[in-house]
């Protein structure tokens, strides 16, 4: 599978949770410029599949970006993990925290450079609501506003192809939507958001399409937004 059209193609893939071995069984072509919301049961590999895609844990199978092996793209590839570990005294503020984010931030050369950076920062603070957290430490705050912090450092990378895990949970109804309105312009400018999501009521307003793990399948389908019925639904308590 060698499809340079096709953003990320994934065909059979095979790893391990912990002592049990997981085949998905599947054939997905990922296009530029879509909302894909991930759904499934908890323990069905949806965070495992995240990290095969981003070379965390090992797998076997056919997985490809743009045509090319993760190794070659690693750089347009974003990934917001599930659960950060970062010490809760570690002295960082959520500027700095967002900051780090950005490819050059060891590698500046001309103060235009760092000067380009901190706008960019300022920008995505302002985008997120956080504009008043930046001198504050990542542990004075609440598990919501930290999900945006992560989000904003992500931001940073400028991206293609983004995978984020839960990345809505602890956040309150504004954050929410102000963090799904980042993920439609990031679609409006030809990026593809991969979000593993279980609000099951708000994939039809959020998402293009899902990809829906059930019984070690992946379907691939778009979602019809004029539907009334609930296909997902469907697959998921089938």
């Known amino acids: 599978m060698n499809n340079t059209n096709c953003l990320l193609c994934l065909s059979g893939i095979h790893f391990d949770i912990g002592s049990n071995n997981v085949t998905l069984h599947c054939h997905c072509e990922i296009p530029h410029g879509r909302l894909i919301g991930v759904l ?5 590999g949806k965070s495992s599949l995240f ?9 076997s199978g056919e997985i ?3 045509g090319k092996s993760f190794a070659d793209v690693r750089e347009q590839v974003g990934y917001l993990p599930q659960h950060i570990e970062i010490p809760f005294d570690f002295p960082i503020s959520v500027e700095e925290f967002i900051a780090v984010g950005s490819p050059h931030y060891f590698k500046f050369k001309w103060p235009w450079q760092k000067r380009n950076d901190s706008e960019k920062v300022r920008d995505i603070m302002a985008k997120l609501a956080i504009e008043h957290l930046a001198r ?3 542990s004075e705050l609440s598990g919501g506003e930290q999900r945006r912090v992560y989000l904003g450092r992500l931001l940073m990378q400028d991206s293609k192809l983004f995978f984020l895990d839960e990345p809505l949970a602890g956040v309150d109804e504004q ?3 102000l963090i799904v309105k980042i ?11 991969l979000v593993v999501h279980h609000d099951l009521e708000t994939v039809k307003e959020i998402f293009d399409e899902v990809l829906v793990f059930k019984h070690n399948h992946i379907e691939h389908f778009s979602v019809d937004k004029g539907s009334l019925g609930s296909p997902y639904k469907e697959l998921l308590t089938a």
Do not use: H
């Not at 499934?40 to 069905?44: F, K, V």
């Not at 993920?183 to 958001?193: A, C, I, N, P, Y």
């Open 51 to 59: 990290k095969a895609l981003v070379g965390e844990i090992p797998y």
């Open 136 to 138: 504050a430490q990542l």
């Open 40 to 44: 499934g049961p908890n323990g069905c």
């Open 183 to 193: 993920w439609r312009e990031l679609v409006d400018q030809g990026k593809t958001v």
């Open 64 to 66: 490809s970006y743009f």
């Open 175 to 177: 954050g929410e939507e």
